[in-house]
């Protein structure tokens, strides 16, 4: 069984491709330095970043698929499904091997695969477009973001999608809030990205615990404002709840019961 060892980077991977065919050996799986090696493992390789390969294969794969399909690989990439390195891997050695399309070939089970964790990755991106919530907080920069900039408000939102999609929503919100300055931060990875309204740049937390209790925002960062509309929308979404009618199930089925700790309307009214 060969290996090839390589830092678990898109660009890696593209790389990995190059040295697949210039080798002519195609690898059973795919490590980095320090994961445990399969017991059948006999032959090893360590692929090493080089700009030239990256963009030769880079390149050469915008030419070859659609659009759709290269979304396809970007999605399952970032699904962070086990082996799912290995699925986009041999999914594109696939299509520099075939001499037409293979993005229909659903006979294929590696098309097949990237094909449906695609649509699961797809389906977490806009619910995370629906069902994100943003707080709006007083100078959180201040004291727990590594940042240099002291503003006084921003929107700050919390997420823990089950796939790393938020890369995948950045364009959405600042297309939809382009006036406001805000910021999304995914605890379940532990980073995140701020809106200074020119750009988007990554932001962390240097201490999560004060500005995120129990995977909710510190009531002690909320200007008065957000906190006065909270209680207002909290109490206005109840009022217009008939009783009668809540149906637990469909609310499931419509928005699932993971998001529901981040919304305000399904906080329960403090008497």
């Given at each position: 069984?060969?290996?090839?060892?390589?830092?678990?980077?898109?660009?890696?991977?593209?790389?990995?491709?190059?040295?697949?065919?210039?080798?002519?050996?195609?690898?059973?799986?795919?490590?980095?330095?320090g994961q445990v090696?399969?017991?059948?493992?006999?032959?090893?390789?360590?692929?090493?970043?080089?700009?030239?390969?990256?963009?030769?294969?880079?390149?050469?794969?915008?030419?070859?698929?659609?659009?759709?399909?290269?979304?396809?690989?970007?999605?399952?990439?970032?699904?962070?499904?086990?082996?799912?390195?290995?699925?986009?891997?041999?999914?594109?050695?696939?299509?520099?091997?075939?001499?037409?399309?293979?993005?229909?070939?659903?006979?294929?089970?590696?098309?097949?695969?990237?094909?449906?964790?695609?649509?699961?990755?797809?389906?977490?991106?806009?619910?995370?477009?629906?069902?994100?919530?943003?707080?709006?907080?007083?100078?959180?920069?201040?004291?727990?973001?590594?940042?240099?900039?002291?503003?006084?408000?921003?929107?700050?939102?919390?997420?823990?999608?089950?796939?790393?999609?938020?890369?995948?929503?950045?364009?959405?919100?600042?297309?939809?809030?382009?006036?406001?300055?805000?910021?999304?931060?995914?605890?379940?990875?532990?980073?995140?990205?701020?809106?200074?309204?020119?750009?988007?740049?990554?932001?962390?937390?240097?201490?999560?615990?004060?500005?995120?209790?129990?995977?909710?925002?510190?009531?002690?960062?909320?200007?008065?404002?957000?906190?006065?509309?909270?209680?207002m929308w909290l109490?206005?979404?109840?009022?217009?709840?008939?009783?009668?009618?809540i149906n637990p199930?469909?609310?499931?089925?419509?928005?699932?019961?993971?998001?529901?700790?981040?919304?305000?309307?399904?906080?329960?009214?403090?008497?």
């Open positions: 069984m060969l290996a090839f060892y390589y830092d678990k980077s898109f660009e890696s991977l593209l790389c990995a491709v190059f040295d697949a065919f210039k080798l002519k050996k195609m690898p059973e799986c795919l490590l980095t330095t090696e399969p017991l059948l493992v006999s032959d090893r390789h360590h692929v090493e970043f080089c700009d030239a390969k990256y963009e030769r294969v880079r390149v050469a794969l915008i030419n070859k698929i659609s659009k759709v399909a290269l979304r396809h690989l970007m999605y399952v990439w970032l699904s962070e499904l086990s082996e799912s390195d290995l699925i986009v891997f041999r999914y594109i050695y696939k299509v520099f091997k075939s001499s037409k399309s293979i993005e229909t070939d659903f006979a294929d089970q590696d098309v097949l695969t990237v094909h449906d964790i695609a649509k699961k990755v797809s389906r977490e991106r806009h619910r995370v477009m629906q069902f994100v919530r943003f707080n709006a907080i007083n100078n959180p920069v201040k004291d727990v973001v590594e940042r240099n900039d002291r503003k006084d408000k921003i929107y700050f939102s919390i997420i823990a999608p089950i796939y790393n999609v938020l890369p995948l929503v950045l364009k959405f919100f600042k297309e939809r809030f382009a006036d406001q300055k805000w910021a999304i931060y995914d605890e379940k990875r532990e980073y995140g990205y701020i809106y200074n309204l020119n750009s988007i740049e990554p932001v962390s937390l240097i201490d999560k615990e004060e500005l995120i209790i129990n995977s909710q925002v510190n009531q002690h960062y909320l200007t008065e404002d957000e906190i006065l509309f909270q209680t109490r206005y979404c109840n009022a217009l709840t008939i009783k009668e009618r199930k469909l609310q499931r089925q419509q928005m699932p019961s993971r998001f529901w700790h981040y919304l305000p309307e399904m906080k329960p009214i403090s008497k």
